[in-house]
DNA sequence: CGGCATCCTGTATGATACTG
DNA sequence: CAGTATCATACAGGATGCCG
């Protein structure tokens, strides 16, 4: 059965043709596959390249490249690092601006876990009181809107 | 100056090659730039073919494509519907599955208008009381933890 | 109006081999 | 370990034209 949201938002005028809403740049920037198994990767604490690599299991060859754009576009930060007595090597650590990023992965995660077969998958939990966290919809005032209350405005 | 989540998350074992994470299906799925395009459509309340491809400003090759796909993966519904005088057409409507999509599509598009250049875009409100309607992080019990305060458990 | 078929280009990604 | 280079395939998406 089919859902219809508030429907003022038919009353908006046509998008552009050439579009060019946050949704449709963020996905110009970073909605490959690849990108986005990447910055799973750095919120679950991996830095280095080779585990980049090995843990999405992508070829050198695409993990290079998609780290080179994150880095570029400033979801990541490529540093080097010492350790005592080793050679210099390099870091990818999130930025601010990567961690931003992360509602909307872990919502796309959190959608697939609802409504795609998978195996068990960790999940976030909020250490300070040990319950499970998740995505939402809220509103400035802390309600959490169901979808007919929800109205588009310019 | 890069940010770091509790670390424990690297202690976890490799995900397997070939990725199964809810992350890597889902986009998959429905990671395309036109496919996102088009359930931001849906959420705005366009329903009928022609409106998809114009506003979408994609082809009718791809819209129809793009379409057929969401209906297989059942996040839209193809219904016949007649306006009286009028020969039958076909509305693509949002399933519960479909609107579960939302907040993913939402966060994206908050992460875009907070990080990328934009023209002004709409806003999503709270009818019942006017507010802003913003997608976070929030454990069941109500908490907004922040990212140092997540962990990742399997 | 609501599509489908065809051709064409560009990008995403894999496989493999090589370098500092 | 951290990449670069090259080749090959698959899919995304535009352009154009046809159909009921």
């Known amino acids: 059965m089919p859902i219809q949201l508030a429907g003022k938002a038919a009353e908006r005028g046509n998008s552009p043709a050439g579009d060019h809403c946050p949704v449709d740049r963020a996905m110009q920037l970073i909605g490959s596959r690849s990108t986005m198994l990447l910055m799973r990767e750095a919120y ?7 585990a980049f690599a090995a843990r999405v299991g992508m070829t050198e060859a695409v993990t290079a490249k998609r780290l080179r754009e994150l880095v570029a576009a400033g979801l990541l930060e490529r540093r080097p690092y010492q350790e005592p007595g080793q050679r210099t090597r390099h870091e990818y ?3 601010e601006r990567g961690l931003d990023l992360m509602p909307a992965l872990f919502a796309l995660g959190q959608w697939g876990r609802k409504h795609l077969p998978h195996d068990g998958t960790p999940m976030l939990t909020h250490d300070a009181c040990g319950a499970p966290v998740r995505v939402e919809l809220r509103c400035t005032e802390g309600h959490r809107p169901r979808p007919e209350e929800l109205v588009i405005t310019s």
Chains 1, 2 share one sequence.
């Open 44 to 50: 679950y604490g991996t830095t280095r390249f080779d």
């Open 93 to 95: 650590a999130l930025t």
